[in-house]
């Protein structure tokens, strides 16, 4: 037993679900179609009903509430049988191919739509073919049975549907995601007419049916008035002498309607019409006229769902009981065509607003999803621009998120950017570095060689010098080779120690650049050690410095302000170089804050950059000073910006106008 719950247990839950749903639709049915098709009163769920039918209401709901639950147990069973095949594959997808996985989706995906249509198709057309040989007509009767049935089995289906939506959704989720999953698309305006347009046309559906209902109730009410009256005043007014004259006198009687005619019941229990011919009509109405009709004012009504009654009065002729009355016809084919074309009409308008419903949603619904692939597509994102905002509902607050996460996904490719150009340059420091403490460890070697010979050769001059106490050795000539060799060996020593002095402070200035200090200065403070340490050289050039402020002096930045304040030094002293000698002349420093970046700008006004230098500005070292310049400079101190400040160096340069560098910090 429990291998079989567990083996059934997905179809279980939908028969579960399906026979709750027949509960409460068996209980719906039961009450509404007396109302609906306006059955006769007194005699569904009577001995009445089985003395005419062999069976009684009750019985008769049940029996069909059976017969659609084995209909729906049937196709239930049969649409998903591939879970009992593939019960395997549910538990264990990895097991299984992407064939074998995909196989299994497409029916998850498609089966509860068929599900959908069978159901509502099979059991509404069932039903209606057997009633319709019941009562062995397929009028008018017929038709409203059908459209009561559908109703209901829509509605109930449709609940259906969604339950088992979601139980096979549980099943998708668990199995394996694959990007060349070849899955049938369902396109989103199909499962809008899926989803809606049944619910829609059962409403109409079902409104027309019970306006026709109580058209047909208001309708049988009056004409069975009008008609009763009519006999009422016809047997008030006429003495009946015998049969014939009964016939000729109701000749004067009126009809309403073109089907509508005139009947007497003998006592015989034969019916004839006024022209004394026999006619037969239904053993219901016949019954009915005999049993019920007295007790209900006359009136008499045909089989279940005929919309045909009759209006009677009794007359006594010689003794004898006769029954003259009036058989009419409620409501004729042209009301039913009339609400026809109007459900048609109705069904198509709807059509047509799903259908450009349905489209608008998809549009929207394409936007973010080409959008989506777009970002998958396109390694460039900072080409990409933000979705437009086509809606102001979720699918406009959808819109806005993808464009908000655009936007991220921008933000942080260009932070990862920025980290690697930061890591290149510190490793490129680093290099920089480890490079020039080699050199300076190669050049310093044969440095303090020489400079040790020149103190081994100080030592032989003294040795020699002392040897001219000697009365053998001209004394003059010895004290002028020692003095001149004395004067060249402080020479050598003074340029040895110049030299070691230049390797070691480029040595330490390589440290520091691969160095970040971690502390915070003031702009105020960066621009005052500046204008100390140029102030010498700017006066020496006769160039004057210009320093405006457009930002907070207290604002700070956090890094090493001795690095920053070489980098500024050394683009005043490129400034000053680019006047060739030129002086009074001015040199702008322009600090701004923009945001949050701290701009530093140095501005010279002579001959700017050549386009071919410009180009090649902090991508290699490169200079305009000929012999005289290496182009270290400026790349170092686009190396120690971008590595130990996370900033940027900008140039802007126009012949015969000047130059430009603007050093970007972010505070």
Known sequence: MKKFLEKYKIQLQLLLALTIGLVVLTTIYYFFIPMILNYPKGTYGTNFQIEVENTNYFSQVLSIAAAIFAIFAVLTFYKTRFLIKYS??????????????????????????????????????????????????????????????????????????????????????????????????????????????????????????????????????????????????FKEYNDFSSVSDLLEKSHSLKLLGDNDFIFIKTPQNRYININGENIELSTFFNKYLNELSPSNDGRVYEYYGIDCQGATIDVEIDGEIYTIGFYFTILSVKVLMYFTVSFVILVLINIIILKLFSRSLSNDINVISSGFLNMAKNRDTTLMDPLPLSANDEFGSLIIAFNKIQELTKNNIKQIHDS?????????????????????????????????????????????????????????????????????????????????????????????????????????????????????????????????????????????????????????????????????????????????????????????????????LFKEMITTKGKNGTGLGLYMSYSTIRAHFNGNITVESEKGKGTIFTINLPL
């Not at 599900?115 to 007509?137: D, E, G, K, R």
């Not at 009767?141 to 109703?151: D, H, N, P």
């Not at 109930?156 to 698309?185: A, E, H, Q, W």
């Open 88 to 233: 395997d594959l549910i538990k264990n997808p990895y097991n299984y191919s992407i064939k074998e996985i995909n196989y299994v989706k497409n029916k998850l995906f498609t089966v509860p739509y068929s599900l959908l249509v069978l159901n509502i198709a099979i059991p509404s057309i069932a039903l209606t073919i057997i009633h319709a040989y019941t009562i062995n007509q397929f009028g008018i009767t017929t038709l409203k049975l059908f459209i009561l049935v559908i109703t209901l089995m829509t509605l109930y289906v449709t609940s259906v549907f969604i339950y088992t939506c979601n139980i096979f959704k549980k099943i998708l989720v668990t199995l394996p995601y694959d990007n060349t999953t070849n899955i049938k698309k369902f396109t989103l305006r199909k499962r809008i007419f899926y989803n809606i347009l049944p619910l829609i046309t059962v409403s109409i559906l079902f409104t027309s049916l019970l306006g026709y209902s109580v058209v047909s109730i208001e309708t049988g009410n009056s004409l069975f008035e009008t008609y009763h009256n009519s006999l009422y005043y």
């Open 420 to 616: 690697q150009d930061t890591l290149m340059e510190q490793e490129r420091l680093a290099s920089l570095g480890q490079l020039i403490g080699g050199i300076a460890h190669n050049l310093k070697t044969p440095i303090m060689s020489i400079s040790g010979a020149a103190e081994g050769l100080s030592d032989l001059v003294k040795e020699y010098d002392s040897s001219i106490d000697d009365p053998e050795v001209n004394s003059n000539d010895h004290h002028d080779i020692a003095k001149d060799m004395n004067t060249w060996i402080e020479k050598i020593k003074t340029h040895t120690e110049y030299m070691s002095d230049i390797i070691t402070a480029v040595k330490g200035q390589a440290v520091a650049l691969s160095n970040e200090e971690d502390i915070s200065f003031t702009v105020g403070e960066l621009l005052k050690r500046v204008d100390i340490l140029m102030k010498h050289e700017l006066k020496n050039a006769i160039i004057y410095l210009n320093i405006s402020m457009h930002a907070d002096e207290n604002t700070l930045i956090h890094g090493d302000v001795n690095s920053l304040v070489q980098v500024i030094n050394n683009m005043i002293s490129n400034s000053i170089q680019a006047y060739n000698g030129k002086t009074d002349q001015t040199i702008d420093i322009i600090v701004e804050k923009k945001n949050n970046n701290l701009l530093i700008s140095i501005k010279d006004y002579a001959d700017g950059l050549p386009e071919k230098v410009k180009n090649k």
